[in-house]
């Protein structure tokens, strides 16, 4: 007798390796069972309301393999569709979806907002006398997922490739700045962080001996703008020039801020961005030797761009879709795979689980202790704690004809069994 269906889906901001973390959903749920088909669901949650679900297990066993070279999430898409507890028609279409499509697990790749949805959907499910097993798989560049203690997870998947991204991108931004410095003596960087530091903090890894005229500010750094420019001015007249890496949540006044529907900033499509603030005031105010600030800011090649992805990254995203995967075929839902640093000299980690509820109920912060304070750096013990994430090899892809070879799926869906539905949140927008 064939097993129940599983139904996988992402949801938010995409990464390097959310897919490696989809292929290992994929390939493990061949080892079991009492797991039949497994569907993506097209974009998110989104997805299952509109009922449209792409059969992973009728692709060819290639192009899953390609998941690990695939970044972001062009696969089987992600969302920002956030379900409230007012939106209960929404809550039911899942259930109903789930029921006509003898879906009995339900795997939900994201951060704390899917964490809590894909809590609330197992919780209706037993209300609605649905036997559905709901287990979340952890992923966000922040790695805001978790407690500030570090003890529900590590760290996250995609994380470690943003850091590698950053670490890189510092080295040749360094390059660039002192080939340069005599026209233009300051560069600014701005990273991705709306509120948590972790990845401006990751420029620090470019240079952890401390060589570079290297200046970090993240959101929780304690300092104005005044203090930036004192700081930026005494590098000049130290080293002559400096580069600046400071976080698109850096409190510089209104930017003309656009929010999306998970609440989050939008950064990169506000009418300002920091990096341009901070240039326009260093150049008005004055650099302590002749020259200009200049400015750069990359976008979401922060988290797409797989040339820099963390081999380390990837297998870890790789054994936590697996681990997902084992926990739902054996009943245990309401938990979040998760990862656990083993304590020692060499960086390992371990597998386990973590209830949903804790999860979704808690949100990181930055280790205040690895702020210096000054604010314009981070701590040895950062470094400690990111350096093993980033790995100490570049990925090799797979090419054809000098392009890089991407899965493409084949569009064998779901045949549906409901009636069309517009999800509850959009028909208010319209």
């Known amino acids: 007798m064939p097993g129940k269906n599983l139904v996988v889906a992402q949801s938010g901001g995409p990464t390097c390796v959310i897919n490696s973390s989809l292929q290992g959903v994929v390939e ?18 989104e997805g299952v309301l509109t009922e449209d679900l ?8 290639e192009e899953i393999s390609l998941l690990r070279y695939t970044p972001v999430a062009g696969s089987i898409g992600t969302c920002r569709y956030k379900l409230k507890s007012w939106q ?31 809590n609330k959907i197992a919780e209706l499910a037993k209300v609605r006398g649905l036997d559905l097993v709901a287990v979340g798989v952890p992923k966000t560049i922040d790695n805001d997922v978790g407690d500030s203690e570090f003890q529900l997870i590590d760290h996250t998947p995609g994380y470690g490739s943003a850091a590698k991204y950053w670490m890189h991108a510092v080295q040749y931004a360094n390059e660039e700045n002192k080939g340069s410095c005599p026209a233009d003596p300051v560069l600014v960087m701005q990273a991705m962080g709306r509120k948590i530091g972790f990845i401006p903090a990751a ?44 976080s698109e949540g850096f409190h510089v006044g209104d930017l003309g801020e656009l929010k999306d529907s998970f609440g989050h ?9 920091v990096c341009q603030k901070v240039v326009n005031y260093l150049n008005e105010k004055g650099l302590a030797v002749p020259g200009n600030a200049r400015g750069n800011v990359p976008g979401t090649d922060q988290r797409h761009s797989m040339a820099y992805a963390s081999v380390v990254d990837l297998d870890e995203a790789y054994a936590l879709g697996q681990k997902a995967c084992e926990l739902a075929a054996r009943g245990e839902g309401g938990f979040m795979s998760t990862l656990f640093r083993v304590p020692g000299p060499i960086y390992s980690v371990s597998y386990g689980k973590v209830p949903l509820e804790q999860v979704a109920n808690s949100e990181r912060t930055f280790p205040q202790a690895w ?24 990925l090799t892809l797979p090419m054809v004809d000098g392009r890089q070879r991407i899965t493409r799926f084949q569009p064998i869906f779901a045949e549906k069994r409901l009636e069309s539905y517009v999800p509850q949140a959009k028909r208010i927008e319209k």
């Open 28 to 45: 493990a749920a061949r080892c079991f069972e009492n797991i039949g088909t497994v569907y993506g669901a097209a974009h998110g949650i």
């Open 54 to 61: 792409i059969s992973l297990s009728a692709q060819t066993e």
């Open 88 to 118: 209960t028609e929404d809550f039911e279409r899942i259930i109903n979806v789930f029921k006509a499509h003898e879906v009995g697990y339900f795997l939900y790749n994201g951060g704390n907002d899917s964490m809590d949805t894909a």
């Open 203 to 246: 420029a620090r890894l470019a240079d952890p001996k401390r060589e570079f005229p290297l200046l970090i500010y993240m959101a929780e750094s304690p300092c104005s703008l005044e203090q930036l420019h004192e700081q930026v001015n005494q590098k000049l007249r130290e080293c002559g020039r400096c580069v600046v890496v400071i």
């Open 265 to 273: 900033t939008t950064f990169s499509s506000s009418q300002m961005t």
């Open 371 to 394: 702020i210096t304070p000054n604010g314009c750096d981070v701590t040895d013990d950062f470094i400690r704690y990111a350096k093993p994430l980033v790995g100490h090899e570049m």
